[in-house]
T-cell receptor, first 113, second 115 residues
Framework: GENVEQHPSTLSVQEGDSAVIKCTYSDSASNYFPWYKQELGKRPQLIIDIRSNVGEKKDQRIAVTLNKTAKHFSLHITETQPEDSAVYFCAASTGGGADGLTFGKGTHLIIQP | DAGVIQSPRHEVTEMGQEVTLRCKPISGHNSLFWYRQTMMRGLELLIYFNNNVPIDDSGMPEDRFSAKMPNASFSTLKIQPSEPRDSAVYFC?????????????FGPGTRLTVL
C-alpha cells in the first residue's frame, strides 16, 4: 500500500518569512495530493490540492509543487501570518474521487511574532 | 449545507462496552470515509464506501470494529467490545464520489475515551 513521509515534524518561522513542508510517497499509481490544515481541536480542512497532470498550483500565499518522477510534493507558504500556525498534513490517493487518503504524520508550523 | 454531521461529539465509556459512532455525509456525496486520529499513529483510513458499498476495510484494526452504510445519508462505526487503546478522535469524511470529485470534507469528529 501507499506510504507517505512528511518532513519536518515541527517548523518554526518568523512572521513574514516563508515556510516549506515536504512529502514523499511510494505508490506510483497515486495521482491526487491534497494538503489539510488542522487547528487544535478542530477538523482537518483542505487548503490546496494538486493532481498528477499539473506540476504546480498556487492560491494566494499558498503553493504546491509536485515532482512525479521523484515522487515528492511540497507545500509553500509565503508571507506567513500568526493565523498560519497549525498542523499541516499532506496526503496521497489514486484519486478519481473513489479512494481513501493516506496521510503523512503532520508538521506543526509555529509562526513566531 | 450543514456539512458532514457526526454524533456524538464526545463519548466516554468503560472497557468492554459497545460504542456506536454516527455520520451523516453531505447531501449528494456518494463516497464516505472513516478515519481515526491518534498522537502515535496520526490520521489513518479505517474504511470507505462508494454508493453505500464498502470498498476497502483493510484499515479496520480488528474484528471488534464494524461499519455499515444502510443508505446514502447515514453510516455507523461500531466498536464491540471497546478497549482503552481505541481511545482516539474518529472522523467521518465525504466526497462527491467516483469520477465526480476528489475533495474530502471532514466532519467535526467524535472524541472517544475508553476507560
Amino acid at each position: 500500500g501507499e506510504n507517505v513521509e512528511q518532513h519536518p515534524s515541527t517548523l518554526s518561522v518568523q512572521e513574514g518569512d516563508s515556510a516549506v513542508i515536504k512529502c514523499t510517497y511510494s505508490d506510483s499509481a497515486s495521482n491526487y495530493f491534497p494538503w489539510y490544515k488542522q487547528e487544535l481541536g478542530k477538523r482537518p480542512q483542505l487548503i490546496i490540492d494538486i493532481r498528477s497532470n499539473v506540476g504546480e498550483k498556487k492560491d494566494q500565499r499558498i503553493a504546491v509543487t509536485l515532482n512525479k518522477t521523484a515522487k515528492h510534493f511540497s507545500l509553500h507558504i509565503t508571507e506567513t501570518q500568526p493565523e498560519d500556525s497549525a498542523v499541516y498534513f499532506c496526503a496521497a490517493s489514486t484519486g478519481g474521487g473513489a479512494d481513501g487518503l493516506t496521510f503523512g504524520k503532520g508538521t506543526h508550523l509555529i509562526i513566531q511574532p | 449545507d450543514a456539512g458532514v454531521i457526526q454524533s456524538p461529539r464526545h463519548e466516554v465509556t468503560e472497557m468492554g462496552q459497545e460504542v456506536t459512532l454516527r455520520c451523516k455525509p453531505i447531501s449528494g456525496h456518494n463516497s464516505l470515509f472513516w478515519y481515526r486520529q491518534t498522537m502515535m499513529r496520526g490520521l489513518e483510513l479505517l474504511i470507505y464506501f462508494n454508493n453505500n458499498v464498502p470498498i476497502d476495510d483493510s484499515g479496520m484494526p480488528e474484528d471488534r470494529f464494524s461499519a455499515k452504510m444502510p443508505n446514502a445519508s447515514f453510516s455507523t462505526l461500531k466498536i464491540q467490545p471497546s478497549e482503552p487503546r481505541d481511545s482516539a478522535v474518529y472522523f467521518c469524511a465525504s466526497s462527491l464520489g467516483p469520477g465526480a470529485g476528489d475533495t474530502q470534507y471532514f466532519g467535526p469528529g467524535t472524541r472517544l475515551t475508553v476507560l
